[in-house]
């Protein structure tokens, strides 16, 4: 670049008033867009797996934060334990306590290892979800176990 | 020639917006429309990434002695359509039900299996489809899967009768747990006039619907039997198909309807999962037969998946497993080394017989027949004693499954019929 070329560069104005509302505006674009990807995609990273029984929030579980958050409705019905480095949930279907799912949380997947909801035990034999995705569901105890991620079904 | 903006057609506004940016001769108005084009912008930025999971609609059903759920996407768009549609599938599994169960007094298969031999009974038009499509697979696999053993089902105590909470003992094979059964039974109820299935005579006449029970029965232990027939299997699938061509016919079909753990029926997926080779496919986890979670996903959109296998329902004697898949040839639970399989194609309903039929075939009898399925994919997983090991024999390529036990061994062409 010439030292012409330069003292044309800074002899001009490239900050006329109503240019800097375009750039403001691009630039809101842009952190916009940037926030979105940031917080709000689809990252496995940054899955969450929801229990829900009925249509109310059991608890909640962050893989990227290693966080289980149980609801105040529920507090008393949920029981956890650490178990080779796994996280075992234990979900109380009735205020008595005596039928339950035994959800195993850890290592980027979570399933039911354990129930007493009917003899076939759907749940148990369902396949894991895992941080990026599908469902589990117990009709007995309508307890339903699902991930942020594709949600896409499961066979087996 | 005219400099003409690439953009000129598409975004006009945005066109004048670039020029202007470039020739830095902005004014009032256009600045305006900068200021409303970028408003516009982030704005759909929000809306489209708000579009997850909490975007689907989610319900769930209890019929058939187990869950179904239905999945339907960007509900916010079809919100009028979907509320529809559920109550629609809700009467539709009722319907189904009230046919083809095993256990309720009143559906059409309890009244066939109390009828006695050479009665003809009306029935349902839900009854008679899955009737004629078990009739059309019964008569496609050469009696691999038949329906019709439902008395060695219920011998073997894989009936919803013994798998009920409160099952009691009322026949005289009956035991206190699954075990295996007194031979004279298992010999008694494979009389092949029992379990001649293409002797059910169907008939439609004047919108009625009919079906005429065999003129076959057997003695043993002082009681007669007569055949019994188990739609359980095939029932789910044509459930799956029916729910799946109720939200079809409301153009929903960017959902899924799955029937317990083995029937499927799919549309296309609003979000496409990673590593998915085409757009809107959904993945479809398969459990792992032998331990916790998954041992196989596939990619797949708008066809049907179904998978029958040993490891759901079975009890273990003297080290043998006996599963609930009876082979009517023998009268025992399969023991081909098949483990689980899974076939994705045709409808529902004759996906759920077709693995049924492939646990009941010899190894090398399934391949040959998975394989001359035409415009289905597979994946048969067996047992080898020879090596201690399981071998995947599938017609996928690479990119449209993920196997995640790196123990097994995949056997396989990568080509569909």
């Known amino acids: 670049m010439s030292v012409k070329d330069v003292k044309n560069v800074r002899g001009g104005k490239p900050f006329r008033p109503a240019d800097i509302i375009v750039y403001v505006a691009l630039a809101a674009v842009i952190v916009a867009l940037l926030l979105a990807f940031v917080f709000l995609r689809d990252d496995a990273e940054a899955a969450e797996i929801y229990a829900d029984c009925g249509d109310e929030r059991v608890f909640s579980y962050s893989f990227s934060a290693g966080r289980l958050t149980v609801s105040d409705a529920f507090a008393d019905r949920v029981d956890t334990e650490e178990e080779d480095g796994a996280l075992v949930v234990t979900f109380w279907a009735d205020e008595e306590r005596t039928h339950y799912n035994e959800i195993v949380i850890g290592d980027g997947e979570a399933y039911v290892r354990d129930a007493n909801c009917s003899a076939r035990r759907d749940c148990v034999h369902m396949a894991a979800i895992t941080d990026s995705g599908g469902i589990i569901v117990c009709v007995p105890h309508e307890l339903k176990l699902y991930a942020t991620g594709d949600l896409g079904p499961s066979l087996g | ?417």
């Open chain 2, 1 to 417: 020639m005219r400099n003409e903006c690439p953009l000129a057609l598409t975004c006009p506004a945005l066109c004048d917006i670039l020029k202007a940016v470039m020739q830095r001769r902005f004014r009032k108005p256009r600045a305006l429309v900068a200021i409303v084009l970028a408003a516009a912008f982030t704005a759909a930025v929000f809306l489209l990434a708000g579009c997850g999971p909490e975007g689907r609609r989610f319900d769930m059903y209890g019929y058939f002695g187990t869950y179904s759920s239905v999945v339907i996407g960007n509900y916010g768009d079809v919100a009028d359509a979907a509320d529809e549609a559920a109550k629609e599938i809700e009467a539709a599994l009722a319907d189904i039900e009230n046919a083809v169960s095993a256990s309720t007094e009143t559906s059409d298969v309890y009244r066939f299996n109390a009828a006695a031999p050479g009665e003809r009974l009306e029935i349902s038009g839900t009854a008679y489809e899955v009737l004629e499509a078990a009739m059309k697979m019964y008569e496609e696999t050469d009696g691999a899967y038949n329906p019709a053993v439902g008395n060695l089902v219920d011998l073997w105590g894989f009936s919803p009768r013994f798998e009920s909470a409160d099952y009691e003992p009322t026949e005289p094979y009956d035991r206190p747990t699954q075990s295996v059964p007194d031979e004279e039974y298992i010999e008694a109820f494979s009389d092949p006039a029992l379990l001649d299935f293409g002797a059910v005579v169907l008939e439609e006449t004047g919108g009625k619907y009919y079906v005429t029970k065999p003129d076959a029965s057997v003695t043993v232990g002082g009681k007669t039997y007569t055949m019994r027939i188990d739609l359980g299997g095939i029932g789910k699938g044509y459930a799956a198909d029916r729910c799946y061509d109720l939200l079809k016919a409301r153009g929903l079909t960017e959902s899924y309807v799955a029937i317990g753990t083995s029937s499927l029926r799919l549309g296309r997926s609003a979000e496409t999962p990673d590593g998915a080779p085409e757009e809107g496919m959904w993945r479809v986890t398969i459990s792992h037969p032998r331990g916790a979670g998954q041992y196989l996903s596939v990619y797949a959109k708008d066809t049907a998946a179904s998978t029958s296998g040993d490891y759901e329902r079975y009890f273990i004697e003297n080290g043998v497993r006996y599963c609930h898949i009876i082979d009517p040839f023998t009268g025992y639970p399969t023991a081909t080394g098949y483990v689980t399989g899974s076939l994705f194609g045709r409808t529902a309903a004759e996906g759920d017989a077709l693995t049924t039929a492939l646990a009941v075939m010899e190894r090398s009898e399934a391949e040959a027949f998975a394989a001359g399925l035409e415009g289905c994919k597979y994946a048969l997983l067996y047992y080898n004693e020879n090596t201690d090991g399981y071998e995947l024999v599938t017609n996928m390529s690479e990119s449209e499954y993920v196997l995640y036990d790196e123990s097994i061994t995949v056997t396989g062409s990568g080509d569909v019929g």
